[in-house]
Structures are given as structure tokens and as C-alpha cells.
């Protein structure tokens, strides 16, 4: 900078030299030597520009430049004018690199760290310096280090004053905060509840103590001495239990007295000593109150213990306020999924726990433990056995009949076995009251062949039960119907066409014929297409009241087949049936007896495992009766058919070419009816549960085959329809040929010949 004082005496010097040379020399120049030169103003005045510009002289003056890091305070440098400072950190006018910050000096400027940071290693960025190394929260406080910063956060029991320090909290003054049941210490930083005699919280001081009774760890002094290891078991349990309800006493941690107890389990599953269901019920009872002793004292969130016959998995929460959220646990064959909520209950001491044990050979003991779901499954032949691992599953919530919400427990299969005809899952609990296990309460909520899902609304000791139905849909059972059925289908086509086009065989019993091939058409695609559609309750009924008419038809024409060839053996005369008559036997009488069906009993039409006819009831007897009535009929029909016609042919002067006919028409007629009629007789008790698997695959292959030995019966092996084949192969061929011919014909003909316009429209025509 240029004072004024110092500019002010340059500056009259300056004019006093110009007086004294005025006369003689200019402005800017000397008089020396006898003439007039140059005057250098910055030697002869070396501060006329101040301290921060740079002089430049010139011929006859000067000039003056601001140095680097100044600037000129006016645009018109004077000799009054300053250079003033430029802040580089305001203007932009500066390059800090990383998070360093700019610091203004004169002339120049800075980078340095921020308030807060330090120089990095490599000294060209600043990284967070923390200030919670050296005690600057003080005592009772926490520090927690923040970008360029920090904060002091008083401990868990204390609370920060006006001038920042921390103070303890005397939680006995708010109230009830150990509950009615406690007396409230106060400690620095802290409080413990100290329980009245017979309350207990469980070795959780801040927590509110409750209740506790030990009865339930009482020994039976009726027990057995196979129950020895188990009355033992109850004495430690009883002992550890007396032990919390005084505090005075010494007791366990919560994690050695889960080992006692799991090794005093394993001793009792190993020597198999759990062999009926009282003492079950005991083991089970025994290890649920063993766990909500236990679970609370244990001090791990989560606590996962395995013997050689137990796995358990226990998840502890500790905290004024309830837990919220979803808690999952996990044994080697189970998985066990409930809310905190659930857990909880209406009450919270300030704690909480839940617990999974799994039982590693139980399975074995218990395997004679079920029950009977249906009071005909043991003649039925229906078994049941454990196909999972026994689990327990507690939690501290003591209201556990009937939870707010159901809990979710996954199965490993012991066995893998998917679900089928013959096998079918369910969730079951060991109910204590019938010493038996039970499904109430407890759904299937999914299943496959490794694991089961089932959702429970209450909590005690579960398993998946594994029910084995007598197999009757085997893959080679269902593969027979299915190509036989096929196989009948078509051919019974093929009977249709012939029944109705072919001439020569046209008459009554053609007519009979036709009508039951029809029947049985129908009957059998209605069977192959919906005989399984039991998802559709509507649809799965009538597909069973079609299959009723349509068999129940078949059977009727039969009939109207063996009245027409006792008509035509025994009745020489009038041995035809009116058509109207036969459709009033043949599609009438079914028709009345399903619609009296139908109105009577309804629901029998549609079972859970095949859409026909339900056995409930005795529904099945609308089929089986009018069956039975017409097998005996043409039986009875049958049999004097055959003894007159052997009468017939033994006679004097019998007219051997009719008789013939007869015998093939009876023949033919038997057979159709022991093929049609027999396998019925036996295959309608084949929806019933106990039926022999010999009687099975017999039905199977003859009813599934019925199309293919019509066909066979009265078109292959009857000589008048052989021959209308053989006349109708013989037209196709010669057709063939003769379209051959003719084109062979006119290809030659037409390779010879011009092409020819069509004088109207102009295209070339062949």
C-alpha cells in the first residue's frame, strides 16, 4: 500500500524540481549537461507506485502495474489509486482438490483441511478425524464419531443435564415399572426388580415378575420302573424351578440346565422306555415345562443346542416395549413360523421367548400312537404311521388353546412319498386328553413328496400323520382303461356305421344292436373324459348320472336282445319288436329310474375320488338292482333259448339253414352277455374300498376292451357283414383304379392336342 504522508513529500519534491526546470525542461525531463533528458521516476522516486504494484518508465513518464494476487482499486491507475488483495477463495479463482478447502492470504491462498478433518496420507485430500479417540463425552456418555463432527449420546440409565454431563435415572420413581409383585433397587446407571417369595422373573432383573408354580414337575409315585430316567428328569426341573422362586438360592444358568435336560431326554428315547401313550403324555408335558422354565433364562437372542436324540432351536427378546416382526426357528427335520405377537400374548413381563425341539427317535416309539379318522378304515385297510420327526413347539404367551393367529410348522418327510390315491397327509398334535394324535385345530396347507405344511391355531407336541390307502389306480391300471377305452371307442364306430348302412343285415335285432353299440359309445367316452373330474362337484354329478343312463341302457337292450331271440326260438310267430316298445325299454326305463334317483337322493351322484354313483346310502343299488334283475331275466332267457333250440335241432325234419342262423344269433348273444353282463355283475363293487386286485384288473381289461368284442362278435365273425366289407373294399379299389385309368386317359389324350383360346376371354383352355 502507498501512505499518504510518504506520497505527499514525492510529491511536492516532484513539483519543486519542475519549478527549478521548468523554464528549461519539460515535464519528465532533467536538465543536465547543458540539455534535457529523460527523468527515470522509479529510481528517482522508488515507492511511487506503492508496495504492491511494479514501476515501468517511460520517455518522459511512467506507469505502474498491480502485482500478482492485486488489483487496481480504480480502472485509471493514479497516483492516489491502491491494489487491493483479490480473495481467490470468493471469486473461484483457485483449485483445492478432494474435500480440502480454500483459505485466502495476501496475494495468494491456501488448501487446508475443514474443521473436523485431517490431512490423508498422500497429503493431497482430508479424511474424517475422529474425535471419540480422546475422552470428550466424558463419564455415563457415548461417543459416536460423524463426518467432521461428533456427538455425545448419555448411557442406557442416565440423562444429560444443562451443561452436558450425564446424570443417572432413578427408574424406581416411575411407577409400576417392576410391577405389584417386585420391590424396585435403584443402581447407577440402572434397577433390578426383586421378586416376592413365590414370583419369578426368571433371572430377568428388569423385568416383571410373575407367578410360578412347580406342581407340574411333580414325580407320579405310581409310576412305573421303566419311568425311573423320567421321574428323575421332573426332580431336576422341580429343583431348578424352587431355585428361581428364591432368590437367595444358587441356581444353574439357563444354558446348562437345557444340556441336563436334553442328556436326561436322550437317555430316555435311547433305552425306549416311551412305549405307551400315558407315559407319552408325561415325556411331552414333561419337556414342554422343561422349555418355559428354561427359555427365558437363556441370554443368547438365539440358542441352538443338538444331542444324540435332540435338536432344539430357542429365540429370546428382552426390551421395554413388545417385539414385533416375525420369528422363525429351525431343526434338522422342522421348521417353525409365528409372529412376535402370537408369541407375546396379551401380557408381556418384558420378556419373550419361543422354542422348537425335535425329537430324533420318537418316531419309532410312538409308531403305534394314532388314531382311526373313519370308523370302517381298519376294514377298509387303511394304515396309519408318523411320516416326521415329533416336534415341540412353546412359546411364553400361556394362552396357547387358541391363538390370534395361526402358526406355520414345514415337515420333512421321513419317507418320500408324494401324495396319491393311496397315500394322503395330515397334520395331527398329541392330544393329552385321549392320548392319541389328533387333527383338530391343525390344516394341510400344502404338500409334496419331501415336505408338509401345516398351519395350527394352537401349540403343543406335532407331527405329520401318514394315512396308506389299499392302491387300486396303479400307472398299469390307468394305462389298460385308457387304451382299451380308445380301442373300444373305435371299433364301437365302426358298429355304428354297420348297424346303420349296411342293408342286408338290416332288422330287429340289427336295430338292438345299433342302439347298444350307441350306448355304450356314449357311456365309455363320458367315462374316459370325466370319470377323475372330482375338482367340479356340479360337473363330477353329471358325469355320474350319464354314466348311470348310458350303462343302465346298455343293459336294457341287452335285455330287449334276449326277449327278441326267445321270440324268434320258442314264439315262432311274431318274432319282431316294435321299435316304439324298444325305445320305451331301452332308453325309457333308464331314463325313469335315474330321474327317481336324482329327486331322491341328490348328492350320491359324485364321490371325492370318482364321479359315479356314492356308496352312501346304499346309492349304488339304483345301478346294482336294475343290473341284478336284468342278468337273472336273460339268464332265465338264456337258458330256455338254448334247451329249445336243442330241441329244435334234434326234431325229424328240422330246417337246418334257420337253425343255423339261430344258433349263431344265440351263440353270439350269450357271449355278448357273459362278456357285458358278467363283468358288471363283479365290477360294480369296484368303487367299494376292499376289493381283491385280481377282480380289479379282470373289470379293467373286459370293460375297457367291450367296443373291440362287439366288433368282433357281430361284424368280423358274422359272414353277411364280411361280405358287405369285402363288396365295399372291392368298390373303393375299383374306384381307385378307375380314377387312375381315366386319368391316365386323359393325360394322354390332352399331351397330344393344341392349346386352344377361348374367344371370350382371351385364356388358353386344354
Given at each position: 500500500m502507498v501512505f499518504p504522508n510518504m506520497q505527499l513529500k514525492w510529491t511536492l519534491l516532484l513539483l519543486g524540481l519542475f519549478l527549478v526546470s521548468s523554464e528549461s525542461c519539460e515535464k519528465g525531463f532533467d536538465g543536465k549537461n547543458g540539455g534535457c533528458v529523460d527523468a527515470d521516476e522509479c529510481v528517482t522516486v522508488p515507492s511511487v507506485c506503492g508496495d504492491h504494484a511494479r514501476c515501468f518508465n517511460?520517455?518522459?513518464?511512467?506507469?505502474?502495474?498491480?502485482?500478482?494476487?492485486f488489483q487496481a482499486a480504480t480502472h485509471n491507475f493514479t497516483l492516489e489509486t491502491q491494489c487491493l488483495d483479490i480473495n481467490e477463495c470468493v471469486e473461484g479463482k483457485y483449485e483445492c482438490p478432494g474435500n480440502t478447502e480454500c483459505v485466502n492470504t495476501l496475494g495468494s491462498y491456501n488448501c487446508s483441511c475443514p474443521k473436523g478433518y485431517k490431512p490423508s496420507r498422500l497429503d493431497?485430500?482430508?479424511?474424517?478425524?475422529?474425535?471419540?479417540?480422546?475422552?470428550?463425552?466424558?463419564?455415563?456418555?457415548?461417543?459416536?464419531?460423524?463426518?467432521?463432527?461428533?456427538?455425545?449420546?448419555?448411557?442406557?440409565?442416565f440423562v444429560k443435564r444443562e451443561n452436558s454431563t450425564c446424570a443417572d435415572i432413578n427408574e424406581c420413581t416411575v411407577q409400576h415399572v417392576c410391577g405389584t409383585n417386585a420391590q424396585c433397587q435403584n443402581e447407577?446407571?440402572?434397577?433390578?426388580?426383586?421378586?416376592?417369595?413365590?414370583?419369578?422373573?426368571?433371572?430377568?432383573?428388569?423385568?416383571?415378575?410373575?407367578?410360578?408354580?412347580c406342581d407340574h414337575f411333580k414325580a407320579e409315585s405310581d409310576t412305573e420302573s421303566a419311568s425311573v430316567k423320567l421321574n428323575d428328569l421332573l426332580a431336576l426341573l422341580r429343583s431348578s424351578c424352587e431355585s428361581l422362586r428364591n432368590a437367595n438360592v444358587s441356581r444353574k444358568t439357563g444354558e446348562q440346565l437345557l444340556e441336563n435336560v436334553f442328556n436326561s431326554t436322550d437317555e430316555l428315547l435311547s433305552e425306549g422306555t416311551i412305549a405307551d401313550g400315558e407315559t407319552l403324555n408325561q415325556f411331552l408335558d414333561a419337556v414342554e415345562n422343561s422349555m418355559r422354565l428354561i427359555g427365558p433364562q437363556l441370554k443368547q437372542p438365539v440358542t441352538r443346542m443338538e444331542t444324540h436324540n435332540t435338536v432344539a432351536e430357542v429365540a429370546v427378546m428382552r426390551n421395554q416395549t413388545p417385539p414385533s416382526g416375525r420369528v422363525n426357528l429351525s431343526t434338522d427335520s422342522a421348521l417353525f413360523g409365528a409372529s412376535w405377537e402370537t408369541v407375546v400374548g396379551e401380557s408381556y413381563p418384558g420378556f419373550a421367548f419361543a422354542a422348537l425341539v425335535s425329537y430324533k427317535d420318537l418316531t419309532s416309539s410312538s409308531g403305534l400312537l394314532h388314531k382311526r379318522e373313519r370308523p370302517d378304515d381298519e376294514e377298509r385297510g387303511v394304515s396309519y404311521q408318523l411320516n416326521s420327526k415329533v416336534v415341540t413347539a412353546v412359546v411364553s404367551n400361556a394362552e396357547t388353546k387358541q391363538l390370534s393367529e395361526p402358526v406355520m410348522l414345514i415337515f420333512t418327510h421321513e419317507e418320500e412319498r408324494a401324495e396319491s390315491r393311496g397315500v394322503s397327509y395330515s397334520c395331527v398334535y398329541w392330544d393329552a386328553d385321549e392320548r392319541v394324535w389328533s387333527g383338530r385345530g391343525c390344516k394341510k396347507a400344502e404338500s409334496n413328496s419331501t415336505h408338509t405344511a401345516c398351519s395350527c391355531s394352537h401349540l403343543s407336541s406335532f407331527a405329520v400323520l401318514m394315512a396308506l390307502y389299499p392302491l387300486q389306480d396303479s400307472f398299469e391300471?390307468?394305462?389298460i382303461t385308457r387304451v382299451?377305452?380308445?380301442?373300444?371307442?373305435?371299433?364301437?364306430?365302426?358298429?355304428?356305421?354297420?348297424?346303420?348302412?349296411?342293408?342286408?343285415?338290416?332288422?330287429?335285432?340289427?336295430?338292438?344292436?345299433?342302439?347298444?353299440?350307441?350306448?355304450?359309445?356314449?357311456?365309455d367316452l363320458?367315462?374316459?373324459c370325466g370319470i377323475s373330474s372330482t375338482h367340479n362337484q356340479v360337473g363330477c354329478g353329471i358325469v355320474a348320472g350319464l354314466l348311470h343312463f348310458f350303462f343302465l341302457s346298455a343293459f336294457c337292450w341287452m335285455l330287449l336282445e334276449g326277449l327278441q331271440l326267445y321270440r324268434m326260438v320258442v314264439m315262432v310267430f311274431h318274432t319282431t319288436l316294435k321299435h316304439l316298445y324298444m325305445y320305451l325299454v331301452g332308453y325309457g326305463a333308464p331314463l325313469v329310474i335315474v330321474i327317481i334317483s336324482a329327486i331322491t337322493y341328490p348328492a350320491g351322484y359324485g364321490t371325492k375320488r370318482h364321479c359315479w354313483l356314492s356308496l352312501d346310502q346304499n346309492f349304488m343299488w339304483s345301478f346294482l338292482a336294475p343290473v341284478c334283475i336284468i342278468v337273472i331275466l336273460n339268464s332265465f332267457v338264456f337258458i330256455i333259448t338254448v334247451w329249445k333250440l336243442a330241441e329244435k335241432f334234434s326234431s325229424l325234419n328240422p330246417d337246418l339253414s334257420k337253425l343255423r342262423t339261430i344258433?349263431?344269433?344265440?351263440?353270439?348273444?350269450?357271449?355278448?352277455?357273459c362278456i357285458l353282463g358278467g363283468t358288471w355283475v363283479f365290477g360294480s363293487f369296484l368303487f367299494y374300498e376292499k376289493v381283491t386286485l385280481f377282480a380289479l384288473y379282470l373289470f379293467t381289461i373286459f370293460n375297457s376292451l367291450q367296443g373291440a368284442l362287439i366288433f368282433i362278435m357281430h361284424c368280423l365273425l358274422s359272414k353277411p357283414v364280411r361280405d358287405e366289407y369285402y363288396k365295399l373294399i372291392s368298390r373303393i379299389c375299383s374306384l381307385q383304379e378307375r380314377r387312375y385309368s381315366e386319368f391316365s386317359t386323359n393325360h394322354s389324350s390332352n399331351s397330344r392336342q393344341p392349346l386352344r383360346s377361348n374367344p371370350t376371354s382371351g385364356e388358353s383352355k386344354i
Open positions: 517511460t520517455h518522459g513518464s511512467y506507469y505502474c502495474n498491480c502485482n500478482t494476487g493431497t485430500d482430508c479424511e474424517d478425524e475422529d474425535e471419540c479417540l480422546s475422552s470428550v463425552c466424558g463419564v455415563h456418555s457415548s461417543c459416536f464419531n460423524t463426518a467432521g463432527s461428533f456427538h455425545c449420546n448419555c448411557s442406557p440409565g447407577e446407571g440402572s434397577y433390578r426388580c426383586v421378586c416376592n417369595q413365590g414370583y419369578s422373573n426368571y433371572g430377568n432383573n428388569q423385568s416383571k415378575c410373575i407367578e410360578m408354580s391300471l390307468v394305462m382299451g377305452l380308445v380301442l373300444s371307442l373305435v371299433c364301437l364306430s365302426l358298429c355304428i356305421l354297420t348297424f346303420k348302412f349296411c342293408r342286408s343285415i338290416q332288422g330287429t335285432r340289427t336295430s338292438i344292436h345299433l342302439h347298444l353299440s350307441i350306448s355304450l359309445f356314449i357311456a363320458v367315462f374316459l344258433k349263431g344269433f344265440t351263440v353270439t348273444a350269450v357271449a355278448q352277455f
